[in-house]
Protein backbone atom coordinates (compact mmCIF):
# COMPACT_ATOMS: atom_id res chain seq x y z
CA UNK A 1 0.00 0.00 0.00
CA UNK A 2 1.29 3.24 -1.09
CA UNK A 3 2.32 6.07 1.92
CA UNK A 4 -0.78 7.48 3.81
CA UNK A 5 0.90 10.28 4.84
CA UNK A 6 0.74 11.30 1.07
CA UNK A 7 -2.89 11.41 0.85
CA UNK A 8 -3.40 14.58 3.11
CA UNK A 9 -1.47 17.75 3.61
CA UNK A 10 -1.58 19.45 7.57
CA UNK A 11 -1.83 22.38 8.49
CA UNK A 12 2.08 24.35 9.39
CA UNK A 13 -0.56 26.08 12.19
CA UNK A 14 -2.11 23.52 13.91
CA UNK A 15 -3.75 25.27 17.50
CA UNK A 16 -4.08 23.76 20.50
CA UNK A 17 -6.73 21.01 21.01
CA UNK A 18 -6.19 18.94 23.88
CA UNK A 19 -7.83 15.64 23.25
CA UNK A 20 -10.53 16.52 20.91
CA UNK A 21 -13.66 14.23 19.47
CA UNK A 22 -13.35 13.42 15.86
CA UNK A 23 -16.97 13.66 14.07
CA UNK A 24 -17.24 12.13 10.53
CA UNK A 25 -19.27 12.66 8.50
CA UNK A 26 -18.63 11.48 5.19
CA UNK A 27 -20.92 12.09 1.72
CA UNK A 28 -21.65 8.78 -0.51
CA UNK A 29 -23.10 6.31 1.39
CA UNK A 30 -26.89 6.38 2.75
CA UNK A 31 -28.02 9.34 4.24
CA UNK A 32 -31.83 8.82 4.51
CA UNK A 33 -33.61 12.30 4.87
CA UNK A 34 -30.39 14.18 4.64
CA UNK A 35 -29.79 13.89 8.06
CA UNK A 36 -26.17 13.77 8.35
CA UNK A 37 -26.03 16.69 5.44
CA UNK A 38 -28.25 19.05 7.65
CA UNK A 39 -26.15 18.13 10.68
CA UNK A 40 -22.50 18.64 9.10
CA UNK A 41 -24.17 21.92 7.48
CA UNK A 42 -25.50 22.86 10.93
CA UNK A 43 -21.87 22.69 12.60
CA UNK A 44 -19.73 24.47 9.52
CA UNK A 45 -22.33 27.08 9.76
CA UNK A 46 -22.73 27.61 13.82
CA UNK A 47 -19.63 27.18 15.03
CA UNK A 48 -16.18 29.15 14.07
CA UNK A 49 -13.65 26.73 11.89
CA UNK A 50 -11.09 26.56 9.80
CA UNK A 51 -9.30 24.18 7.06
CA UNK A 52 -6.71 22.05 9.07
CA UNK A 53 -5.96 19.56 6.98
CA UNK A 54 -6.85 19.24 2.95
CA UNK A 55 -7.02 15.37 1.32
CA UNK A 56 -5.69 14.45 -2.27
CA UNK A 57 -9.31 14.54 -3.68
CA UNK A 58 -7.68 13.64 -7.52
CA UNK A 59 -6.07 10.57 -5.83
CA UNK A 60 -9.46 9.48 -4.01
CA UNK A 61 -12.61 10.56 -6.68
CA UNK A 62 -14.15 9.00 -9.32
CA UNK A 63 -15.09 11.54 -11.66
CA UNK A 64 -17.02 9.99 -13.76
CA UNK A 65 -19.15 8.32 -10.95
CA UNK A 66 -20.10 11.59 -9.51
CA UNK A 67 -19.09 14.37 -11.51
CA UNK A 68 -18.83 17.58 -10.31
CA UNK A 69 -20.37 20.62 -11.77
CA UNK A 70 -19.34 22.95 -14.03
CA UNK A 71 -21.28 26.36 -14.53
CA UNK A 72 -21.67 27.72 -17.92
CA UNK A 73 -22.35 31.48 -18.52
CA UNK A 74 -23.33 32.41 -22.35
CA UNK A 75 -19.63 31.60 -23.69
CA UNK A 76 -17.34 30.48 -20.95
CA UNK A 77 -16.96 28.02 -18.09
CA UNK A 78 -17.10 30.58 -15.03
CA UNK A 79 -16.88 28.33 -12.32
CA UNK A 80 -16.09 24.82 -10.97
CA UNK A 81 -17.26 22.72 -8.08
CA UNK A 82 -14.16 21.45 -6.66
CA UNK A 83 -14.38 18.60 -4.67
CA UNK A 84 -13.46 19.47 -0.78
CA UNK A 85 -12.49 16.37 1.14
CA UNK A 86 -11.24 18.58 4.29
CA UNK A 87 -10.82 17.56 8.43
CA UNK A 88 -11.80 20.70 9.87
CA UNK A 89 -10.94 22.22 13.25
CA UNK A 90 -14.18 23.69 15.10
CA UNK A 91 -14.58 24.98 18.51
CA UNK A 92 -17.90 24.51 20.11
CA UNK A 93 -20.46 27.05 22.26
CA UNK A 94 -18.51 26.32 25.38
CA UNK A 95 -14.72 27.37 23.82
CA UNK A 96 -13.80 23.22 23.33
CA UNK A 97 -11.57 22.59 20.43
CA UNK A 98 -13.36 19.65 18.26
CA UNK A 99 -12.91 17.94 14.53
CA UNK A 100 -15.02 17.39 11.63
CA UNK A 101 -14.37 14.82 8.81
CA UNK A 102 -16.21 16.26 5.77
CA UNK A 103 -16.29 15.68 2.44
CA UNK A 104 -17.53 13.01 -0.43
CA UNK A 105 -16.68 9.54 0.37
CA UNK A 106 -13.88 8.31 -1.77
CA UNK A 107 -14.31 5.88 -4.12
CA UNK A 108 -10.86 4.03 -4.26
CA UNK A 109 -8.06 3.55 -1.61
CA UNK A 110 -9.92 2.57 1.22
CA UNK A 111 -7.23 1.00 3.27
CA UNK A 112 -5.31 4.04 2.29
CA UNK A 113 -7.25 6.67 3.22
CA UNK A 114 -8.25 4.75 6.70
CA UNK A 115 -4.68 4.86 7.40
CA UNK A 116 -4.37 8.82 6.47
CA UNK A 117 -7.02 9.08 9.12
CA UNK A 118 -5.54 7.34 11.63
CA UNK A 119 -2.67 8.88 11.50
CA UNK A 120 -4.35 12.23 11.88
CA UNK A 121 -5.73 10.84 15.32
CA UNK A 122 -2.81 9.68 16.50
CA UNK A 123 -0.91 12.96 15.61
CA UNK A 124 -3.71 15.28 16.54
CA UNK A 125 -4.53 12.94 20.14
CA UNK A 126 -7.77 12.34 19.09
CA UNK A 127 -9.31 10.57 22.16
CA UNK A 128 -13.06 9.47 20.63
CA UNK A 129 -14.15 8.88 16.61
CA UNK A 130 -17.99 9.59 16.26
CA UNK A 131 -19.62 8.71 12.86
CA UNK A 132 -22.92 9.76 11.24
CA UNK A 133 -25.31 8.05 9.18
CA UNK A 134 -29.09 7.77 8.99
CA UNK A 135 -30.95 4.93 7.61
CA UNK A 136 -34.69 4.21 6.65
CA UNK A 137 -36.51 2.56 8.55
CA UNK A 138 -40.11 1.22 8.48
CA UNK A 139 -41.42 3.47 11.29
CA UNK A 140 -43.90 6.51 11.24
CA UNK A 141 -42.84 10.15 11.75
CA UNK A 142 -45.18 10.14 14.93
CA UNK A 143 -43.09 8.32 17.31
CA UNK A 144 -39.91 8.88 18.71
CA UNK A 145 -36.78 8.52 16.43
CA UNK A 146 -34.69 5.48 17.11
CA UNK A 147 -31.28 4.89 16.49
CA UNK A 148 -28.75 1.89 16.04
CA UNK A 149 -25.47 2.14 17.87
CA UNK A 150 -22.68 0.87 18.00
CA UNK A 151 -18.87 1.37 18.58
CA UNK A 152 -15.23 -0.32 19.12
CA UNK A 153 -15.93 -1.15 23.03
CA UNK A 154 -19.09 -1.95 24.55
CA UNK A 155 -18.85 0.53 27.52
CA UNK A 156 -18.82 3.27 24.79
CA UNK A 157 -22.30 2.07 23.18
CA UNK A 158 -25.32 3.90 24.72
CA UNK A 159 -28.28 1.89 25.99
CA UNK A 160 -30.70 2.23 23.54
CA UNK A 161 -33.49 0.10 21.89
CA UNK A 162 -31.80 -2.44 20.06
CA UNK A 163 -33.04 -2.93 16.37
CA UNK A 164 -31.48 -5.02 14.74
CA UNK A 165 -29.78 -8.21 15.60
CA UNK A 166 -27.35 -9.59 12.51
CA UNK A 167 -27.12 -8.23 8.96
CA UNK A 168 -24.80 -7.64 6.33
CA UNK A 169 -24.75 -4.23 4.22
CA UNK A 170 -22.92 -2.83 1.82
CA UNK A 171 -19.65 -1.17 3.07
CA UNK A 172 -18.41 2.38 3.45
CA UNK A 173 -15.79 3.99 3.79
CA UNK A 174 -16.63 5.90 7.64
CA UNK A 175 -17.97 2.44 8.61
CA UNK A 176 -14.55 0.57 7.59
CA UNK A 177 -12.45 3.20 9.60
CA UNK A 178 -14.75 2.34 12.45
CA UNK A 179 -13.82 -0.89 12.01
CA UNK A 180 -9.95 -0.23 11.50
CA UNK A 181 -9.82 2.23 14.34
CA UNK A 182 -11.68 -1.02 16.82
CA UNK A 183 -8.97 -3.04 15.43
CA UNK A 184 -5.98 -0.67 16.54
CA UNK A 185 -7.35 -0.21 20.01
CA UNK A 186 -9.00 2.98 19.44
CA UNK A 187 -12.30 4.42 20.96
CA UNK A 188 -15.14 5.13 17.63
CA UNK A 189 -18.93 5.02 18.17
CA UNK A 190 -21.03 5.37 15.50
CA UNK A 191 -24.80 6.61 15.18
CA UNK A 192 -27.43 5.59 12.77
CA UNK A 193 -30.92 7.43 13.14
CA UNK A 194 -34.23 6.22 12.01
CA UNK A 195 -35.77 7.62 9.17
CA UNK A 196 -39.34 6.95 8.07
CA UNK A 197 -38.55 5.40 4.85
CA UNK A 198 -41.25 7.56 3.80
CA UNK A 199 -39.52 10.18 4.02
CA UNK A 200 -36.17 9.27 3.14
CA UNK A 201 -35.77 11.36 -0.46
CA UNK A 202 -36.83 14.87 1.63
CA UNK A 203 -35.06 16.65 4.78
CA UNK A 204 -36.02 15.40 7.72
CA UNK A 205 -34.81 17.91 10.08
CA UNK A 206 -36.38 15.81 13.50
CA UNK A 207 -33.99 13.10 13.08
CA UNK A 208 -30.62 15.43 12.59
CA UNK A 209 -31.81 17.74 15.53
CA UNK A 210 -31.70 13.95 17.71
CA UNK A 211 -28.71 12.95 15.91
CA UNK A 212 -26.58 16.25 17.04
CA UNK A 213 -28.60 15.17 20.50
CA UNK A 214 -26.30 12.13 20.27
CA UNK A 215 -23.22 13.68 19.34
CA UNK A 216 -23.18 16.25 22.21
CA UNK A 217 -24.45 13.52 24.70
CA UNK A 218 -21.49 11.16 23.61
CA UNK A 219 -18.81 13.53 23.05
CA UNK A 220 -19.87 16.14 26.12
CA UNK A 221 -19.45 18.95 23.69
CA UNK A 222 -21.88 21.66 23.70
CA UNK A 223 -23.48 21.92 21.09
CA UNK A 224 -26.82 23.68 20.80
CA UNK A 225 -29.67 23.28 18.19
CA UNK A 226 -30.27 26.67 17.36
CA UNK A 227 -32.36 27.23 14.20
CA UNK A 228 -32.20 23.84 13.55
CA UNK A 229 -34.87 23.06 16.39
CA UNK A 230 -37.19 25.51 14.75
CA UNK A 231 -36.72 23.26 11.49
CA UNK A 232 -37.57 20.35 13.01
CA UNK A 233 -40.87 21.73 14.68
CA UNK A 234 -41.90 22.90 11.27
CA UNK A 235 -41.25 19.73 9.45
CA UNK A 236 -43.76 17.84 11.57
CA UNK A 237 -46.31 20.73 11.20
CA UNK A 238 -45.88 20.33 7.67
CA UNK A 239 -46.27 16.45 7.52
CA UNK A 240 -49.05 16.80 9.68
CA UNK A 241 -51.03 19.18 6.89
CA UNK A 242 -50.15 17.24 4.25
CA UNK A 243 -51.81 14.04 5.99
CA UNK A 244 -54.85 15.36 7.01
CA UNK A 245 -55.34 15.99 3.26
CA UNK A 246 -55.31 12.01 2.69
CA UNK A 247 -57.66 9.35 4.43
CA UNK A 248 -55.37 6.66 2.97
CA UNK A 249 -51.92 7.90 3.64
CA UNK A 250 -53.52 8.62 7.30
CA UNK A 251 -54.51 5.09 6.98
CA UNK A 252 -50.75 3.71 6.32
CA UNK A 253 -49.29 5.92 8.65
CA UNK A 254 -51.53 4.67 11.00
CA UNK A 255 -50.36 1.15 10.05
CA UNK A 256 -46.85 1.26 10.75
CA UNK A 257 -47.78 3.26 14.09
CA UNK A 258 -49.58 -0.58 15.48
CA UNK A 259 -46.15 -2.69 13.59
CA UNK A 260 -44.17 -0.04 15.80
CA UNK A 261 -45.77 -0.05 19.04
CA UNK A 262 -45.92 -4.18 18.97
CA UNK A 263 -42.35 -4.43 18.13
CA UNK A 264 -41.49 -1.88 21.09
CA UNK A 265 -43.96 -4.24 23.20
CA UNK A 266 -42.01 -6.89 22.04
CA UNK A 267 -44.75 -8.44 20.27
CA UNK A 268 -43.26 -7.54 16.29
CA UNK A 269 -40.48 -8.58 14.16
CA UNK A 270 -37.69 -6.19 12.10
CA UNK A 271 -38.58 -2.50 11.24
CA UNK A 272 -35.32 -2.64 8.55
CA UNK A 273 -37.44 -1.18 5.83
CA UNK A 274 -36.90 -3.83 3.26
CA UNK A 275 -38.00 -6.76 5.94
CA UNK A 276 -41.35 -8.33 5.51
CA UNK A 277 -44.09 -8.27 8.43
CA UNK A 278 -47.25 -9.46 8.74
CA UNK A 279 -48.63 -6.13 7.44
CA UNK A 280 -48.19 -4.37 4.09
CA UNK A 281 -44.18 -3.71 3.44
CA UNK A 282 -42.68 -0.83 3.98
CA UNK A 283 -42.11 -0.19 0.28
CA UNK A 284 -46.08 -0.87 -0.04
CA UNK A 285 -46.94 1.48 2.72
CA UNK A 286 -44.83 4.41 1.74
CA UNK A 287 -45.49 4.41 -1.55
CA UNK A 288 -48.67 5.92 -1.96
CA UNK A 289 -47.19 8.41 0.61
CA UNK A 290 -44.56 9.40 -1.44
CA UNK A 291 -46.36 9.67 -4.25
CA UNK A 292 -48.61 12.58 -2.25
CA UNK A 293 -45.55 14.86 -1.08
CA UNK A 294 -44.51 15.12 -4.33
CA UNK A 295 -47.52 16.00 -5.58
CA UNK A 296 -47.55 18.06 -2.59
CA UNK A 297 -44.38 19.92 -3.75
CA UNK A 298 -45.59 20.52 -7.09
CA UNK A 299 -48.72 22.24 -6.10
CA UNK A 300 -48.66 25.73 -6.90
CA UNK A 301 -48.18 28.40 -3.83
CA UNK A 302 -51.42 30.61 -3.53
CA UNK A 303 -54.02 31.41 -0.66
CA UNK A 304 -54.85 27.74 -0.02
Not at 3 to 19: E, I, K, M, R, T
Not at 119 to 126: H, Y
Amino acid sequence: MLDPADLYQLSADVPPLGAPVLVQALDGFVDAGSVRQIVRQHLLGSFDSRVLARFAHDELIDYRARRPPLTFVQDRWSAYDEPVLALHALTDAGGTPFLLLAGPEPDIQWERFAGAVMQLVDRLGVRLTIGLNAIPMAVPHTRPVGMTAHGTRPELVPKSERWIDTVQVPSSAGNLLEYRLGAAGRDAIGFAVHVPHYLAQVEFAPAAQFLLEQVERASGLVLPAGELSATADATLVSIAGQLADSAEVAAAVRALEVQYDAFVGGHGRGLLAEGRTSLPTADELGAELEQFLADQSRRPEGPD
